[in-house]
C-alpha cells in the first residue's frame, strides 16, 4: 500500500507551526508496512487543496489529509477535498447527532458549518474535540490538532497494511562521502534499502522484509566501518 501525506495550514508554511502531524502519521503507517511516497504541505486554499489531492489520489492506494476542520474562515479543507471528488459539502447528519448525542453538544450551540462534509462521505468522529473527520474515496480527512489528529488516526488505522519491514540503525564515525564503496558493497551482498543521515555522525538505517537479513546487513557493516563510541 503506497500513500500521500496532506497537511494544510497557512501557519506551517510560515514557519509558525513545526509539522509534526506528517511526521507522526509517516511513523503510524510505516509501522503497518505502508509507503508513503509523499508529503506535502498546502495553503488554506480550496483550489490548491484540491489539485494536490487529485494528484495524489490518482498516484497512490491513500490521501491522509490533516488540518483545516472546523467552522472558522480559513477552514477550508473539506471544501478542498469535496471539489477534488466533485461533491458538495454540506450537513453531516450522522456528524450532527454524534456531537449532540454522542457529545452533549446542544444543536443550537454548534457554529454554522460545524457539521459540514463532502457529500455521502463517511463521518470520523472527533472524541478528543469538536470538528468532525471524513473518508470518501481513499482520502482521510483528519483534524491538525495533535491530540485530535492522533485519537482520530487510530479509529481507520486497521485500514492501513502492506508488508511489513524490519530496521536497525548503525552509527558510523566516517563522513558519508568516504562510505560510498561500502554502501554498494552492502547493497550487492544483501536485499534491503539503505538510508544515510549524516549529523554528529552518520546514522545508516538498514530495512529489509526479513528481520535476520536486516541484522546480518548490520553486522556485516560493522565490521567494515569505523564505529561510533555507543556502538561498539
Do not use: C
Not at 18 to 36: F, I, K
Not at 69 to 74: E, K, M, R, S, V
Not at 81 to 98: F, K, N, S, T
Not at 134 to 160: D, N, S
Amino acid at each position: 500500500m503506497e500513500v500521500a501525506i496532506v497537511t494544510v495550514g497557512d501557519e506551517i508554511l510560515a514557519g509558525d507551526t513545526v509539522n509534526t502531524n506528517a511526521s507522526w502519521l509517516a511513523e503510524q503507517v510505516n509501522d503497518r508496512g505502508v509507503s508513503v511516497r509523499r508529503i506535502t504541505t498546502v495553503p488554506d486554499v480550496v483550489a490548491d487543496i484540491a489539485r494536490v489531492i487529485n494528484e495524489y489520489r490518482a498516484e497512490y492506494d491513500a490521501v491522509i489529509v490533516t488540518g483545516g476542520l472546523g467552522p472558522t474562515h480559513d477552514d477550508v479543507t473539506m471544501e478542498g477535498v469535496a471539489a477534488a471528488v466533485g461533491r458538495d459539502v454540506e450537513p453531516h447528519e450522522e456528524a450532527q447527532r454524534w456531537l449532540t448525542e454522542e457529545s452533549g453538544y446542544a444543536a443550537a450551540s454548534l457554529v454554522d458549518g460545524t457539521t459540514d462534509l463532502p457529500a455521502r462521505a463517511r463521518m470520523l468522529p472527533n472524541e478528543a474535540g469538536v470538528a468532525p473527520g471524513a473518508v470518501v474515496e481513499g482520502i482521510y480527512v483528519l483534524p491538525g490538532v495533535p491530540g485530535e489528529m492522533k485519537t482520530m488516526f487510530e479509529r481507520v488505522a486497521g485500514e492501513f497494511s502492506g508488508e511489513r519491514t524490519h530496521s536497525t540503525v548503525v552509527d558510523v564515525a566516517e563522513p558519508e562521502s568516504e562510505l560510498i564503496d561500502r554502501l554498494s558493497e552492502l547493497r550487492r551482498r544483501f536485499d534491503i534499502t539503505v538510508g544515510s543521515y549524516p549529523g554528529e555522525s552518520v546514522r545508516i538505517k538498514l530495512t529489509a522484509t526479513e528481520e535476520a537479513v536486516a541484522e546480518e546487513a548490520a553486522a556485516w557493516l560493522r565490521e567494515q566501518v569505523e564505529l561510533v563510541e555507543n556502538e561498539e
